[in-house]
């Protein structure tokens, strides 16, 4: 009456040898598939000033707005100008480290749409009244009538992904909320 108990642990050491085989697998296709870097745009858009001013649905922003926590076309305008743009439109995180060969992904989880755009210099965007008096950069100049900022673009729940990064430094701003910034380090794979 000994196979009863053999039984069990024969079976319990296959299933120890396929998960072994199972994590050698998962080990190797994580060095082989590229990673992954995630930045997040994000923005409290008012969508009742928003919309107004821009159209139905541009801003479908799920902040409680009713209660105080989203801010207006008017104050977003009012605030860039003053020089202190509102912080609540923001790519997180503003630095960001990376191995070449790694994918960037920004991923819009504003109201609004954005842009993800490299950029030389850090300077102005496409709209004016935002800009607090920088020169539009070249890379965002034209607006969406550049189909080179064009492709930039992220709407409300999209993302992009920036794949090639040569090794260096990079830099992204968005082309309408000039101010959302974001600086990139890209490094070969056995720097450090
Ligand atoms: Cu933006």
Same mark, same amino acid.
């Given at each position: ?6 039984? /069990? ?17 998962? %080990? ?5 598939? /590229? ?16 919309n107004t001013a821009l159209g139905p649905d541009f801003c479908k922003n ?17 605030? %860039? ?5 509102? /912080?609540?439109w923001d790519f997180e995180p503003d630095t960001l480290r990376l191995k ?5 992904? %920004? ?22 009244g935002l800009n607090h008096g920088e020169a539009v950069v070249p890379e ?37 909320? /000039? ?7 890209? $490094?070969?794979?056995?720097? $450090?």
């Open positions: 009456m000994r196979t009863p108990t053999i039984r /069990p642990l024969a079976k319990f050491g296959l299933l120890a040898g396929c998960l072994m085989f199972a994590g050698a697998t998962f %080990a190797v296709a994580q060095e082989n598939s /590229p990673s992954l870097a995630q930045v997040v745009a994000l923005d409290e858009c008012d969508p009742a000033t928003f799920v902040a409680l707005a009713a209660l105080g926590y989203a801010t207006t076309l008017s104050d977003l305008f009012a605030k %860039a100008a003053k020089g202190t743009p509102d /912080p609540g070449q060969g790694t994918i960037l992904s %920004a991923v819009d989880q504003g109201g609004e749409p954005h842009t993800f755009t490299e950029v030389a210099q850090f300077g102005g965007g496409f709209v004016d965002c100049t034209g607006g969406f009538s550049n189909l080179a900022v064009a492709k930039t673009r992220i709407l409300q729940g999209s993302h992009i992904e920036v794949t090639g990064l040569s090794k260096g430094e990079h830099r992204f701003q968005c082309c309408i909320h /000039p101010w959302m910034r974001v600086t990139v380090q890209v $490094k070969t794979r056995g720097e $450090k």
